[in-house]
């Protein structure tokens, strides 16, 4: 079970969109529908922002969305927020009731 | 609302065990869901530890299986982890967090509820 990878960092400016990829294998992100997306805040628990790939919690902003596409899972957040700044983590269910995060991704909001 | 907090030794020697109890507060450990353990080690990404149901059955991440025990006290609506052998390796901020088990509720399948993390260091 090795971990699901992420870039180490993405950026972009106030109102722009980014998406940050979660590749995984045919084992995990592959064949279930079961990724969640977290954003984690310095010295914070992380808060989870979709689920099953691309719902949304109530009270998480409709800028995020999660999609998927074979062994690729994406999260992508449009119109750019100071506040959207931080790291973030991809999840998936992994088989064998296991799951696996990613390596996280720290997001910067130039 | 609900929430989670851990508690336990800030502190434990190389070759000891790891003994971390979460507190569960508006909602039942009896209720449909997996109570989990997530760790964090300083400047790196989140890893599944493991979970348990009330029912007992437990889940665990083969990479640790061999020294992790996750128990349950319906009594005192909490759940624990113990982590034997530790070393440097396993230094790391703790979560517990909560599954949701049942399909078709918000947030299925993912960690919607995290405590606030404890650190612990493995240190002589």
């Known amino acids: 079970q090795s971990a699901l990878t992420q870039p180490a960092s993405v950026s972009g400016s106030p109102g722009q969109s980014i998406t940050i990829s979660c590749t995984g294998t045919?084992?995990?992100?592959?064949?279930?529908?079961?990724v969640s997306w977290y954003q984690q805040h310095p010295g914070k628990a992380p808060k989870l922002m979709i689920y099953?790939?691309?719902k949304r919690p109530s009270g998480v902003s409709n800028r995020f969305s999660g999609s998927k596409s074979g062994n690729t899972a994406s999260l992508t957040i449009s119109g750019l927020q100071a506040e959207d700044e931080g790291h973030y983590y991809c999840?998936?269910?992994?088989?064998?009731?296991?799951?696996?995060f990613g390596g996280g991704t720290k997001l910067t909001v130039l | 609302q609900v929430q989670l907090q851990e508690s336990g030794p800030g502190l434990v020697k190389p070759s000891g065990t790891l003994s971390l109890t979460c507190a569960v507060s508006?909602?039942?450990?009896?209720?449909?869901?997996?109570w989990t353990w997530v760790r964090q080690p300083p400047g790196k990404g989140l890893e599944w530890i493991g979970e348990?149901?009330?029912?007992?059955?437990?889940n665990y991440n083969p990479s640790l299986k061999s020294r992790v025990t996750i128990s349950v006290d319906k009594s005192k609506n909490q759940f624990s982890l113990k982590l034997s052998s530790v070393t440097a390796a396993d230094t790391a901020v703790y979560y517990c967090?909560?599954?949701?088990?049942?399909?078709?509720?918000?947030?299925?399948?993912?960690?919607?509820?995290w405590g606030q993390g404890t650190m612990v260091t493995v240190s002589s």
């Open positions: 508006g909602d039942s450990v009896s209720s449909s869901m997996w």
């Open positions: 045919s084992s995990d992100v592959g064949s279930y529908n079961i």
């Open positions: 348990i149901y009330h029912s007992g059955s437990t």
């Open positions: 999840c998936s269910y992994a088989g064998d009731s296991t799951f696996v």
């Open positions: 967090a909560r599954r949701i088990a049942v399909a078709g509720t918000v947030g299925f399948d993912a960690f919607d509820i």
């Open positions: 099953e790939g691309s």
